[in-house]
């Protein structure tokens, strides 16, 4: 069975944009939970642009609840995550200007410094991914740092599909490190700019164990809940 974690980062943005405390991501995490999900991640930015460090250690100190938690390698944040303890961590690479993770870590120019990362949380015993880009290079250095998964960066693939350019060179590719990963004994997950049309594509490789998917979930998830919102104000005001 494919697995599917939910990102939540973004109902922080959407709270953060009134600075108040609605919709709270804790109330997010459960209803993702108690609605099928199999994790909740959440991305704890250098610069905490959605999740905060409070709404961190409260999810993650949720009973029952699987917490993916990305960070950069940042050392004040690789330090806090050892102290918040999630399920799971992610390490995803981190730019101040960018909107969302633009591309994969630079595995060979930060080889060092991961390897010591990865060491301290598997001592937690909490379970190890890099978030990579589609390279067999890439995956190679993975296998050397003995990290548990890796995420592929899907955002270029997802980008082909959207805009209707070809895009099986990419998939192909995908499915060959997915294949490389696997033999190597790295789990591998996919993410980053999923909708229902990619996953459709992604979920034919059978390698990939687990999809994490939020900007597509929250944003869709708009329209579903629009109808009912409406018919309760509709009520109230009548
Ligand atoms: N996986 C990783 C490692 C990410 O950094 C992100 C974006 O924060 C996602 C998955 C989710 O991407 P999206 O919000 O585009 O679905």
């Given at each position: 069975m494919k697995r599917l974690g939910v990102n939540i980062d973004h109902v922080a943005t959407l709270r953060n944009a009134r600075g108040e405390?609605?919709?709270?991501p804790l109330e997010a995490a459960k209803f993702v939970k108690k609605n099928g999900a199999d994790s909740v991640t959440i991305h704890l930015r250098e610069d905490r642009r959605h999740i905060n460090d409070f709404d961190a250690k409260k999810i993650c100190s949720m009973k029952g609840l699987i917490v993916n938690l990305e960070i950069s390698t940042n050392a004040k944040i690789v330090k806090k995550a050892l102290n918040i303890k999630p399920n799971y961590v992610c390490l995803v690479p981190e730019n101040?200007?960018?909107?969302?993770?633009?591309g994969g870590l630079n595995l060979k120019k930060n080889k060092k410094i991961i390897k010591k990362i990865i060491l301290k949380f598997k001592k937690k015993r909490i379970r190890t991914c890099l978030f990579i880009n589609a390279s067999v290079k890439d995956i190679k250095i993975a296998k050397e740092l003995d990290v548990d998964c890796i995420e592929i960066h899907t955002g270029r693939l997802a980008n082909l599909v959207k805009s209707k350019k070809n895009y099986l060179r990419d998939l192909n590719n995908i499915k060959k490190c997915s294949i490389l990963a696997n033999s190597l004994g790295i789990e591998v997950h996919a993410g980053h700019g999923l909708d229902y049309k990619t996953t459709k594509l992604l979920?034919?490789?059978?390698?990939?164990?687990e999809f994490n998917i939020g900007h597509f979930i929250i944003g869709e998830s708009i329209f579903f809940g629009l109808k009912k919102l409406i018919q309760n104000f509709r009520k109230i005001i009548k």
């Amino acid at each position: 069975m494919k697995r599917l974690g939910v990102n939540i980062d973004h109902v922080a943005t959407l709270r953060n944009a009134r600075g108040e405390y609605h919709p709270d991501p804790l109330e997010a995490a459960k209803f993702v939970k108690k609605n099928g999900a199999d994790s909740v991640t959440i991305h704890l930015r250098e610069d905490r642009r959605h999740i905060n460090d409070f709404d961190a250690k409260k999810i993650c100190s949720m009973k029952g609840l699987i917490v993916n938690l990305e960070i950069s390698t940042n050392a004040k944040i690789v330090k806090k995550a050892l102290n918040i303890k999630p399920n799971y961590v992610c390490l995803v690479p981190e730019n101040r200007k960018e909107i969302t993770t633009e591309g994969g870590l630079n595995l060979k120019k930060n080889k060092k410094i991961i390897k010591k990362i990865i060491l301290k949380f598997k001592k937690k015993r909490i379970r190890t991914c890099l978030f990579i880009n589609a390279s067999v290079k890439d995956i190679k250095i993975a296998k050397e740092l003995d990290v548990d998964c890796i995420e592929i960066h899907t955002g270029r693939l997802a980008n082909l599909v959207k805009s209707k350019k070809n895009y099986l060179r990419d998939l192909n590719n995908i499915k060959k490190c997915s294949i490389l990963a696997n033999s190597l004994g790295i789990e591998v997950h996919a993410g980053h700019g999923l909708d229902y049309k990619t996953t459709k594509l992604l979920k034919k490789i059978d390698q990939i164990k687990e999809f994490n998917i939020g900007h597509f979930i929250i944003g869709e998830s708009i329209f579903f809940g629009l109808k009912k919102l409406i018919q309760n104000f509709r009520k109230i005001i009548k």
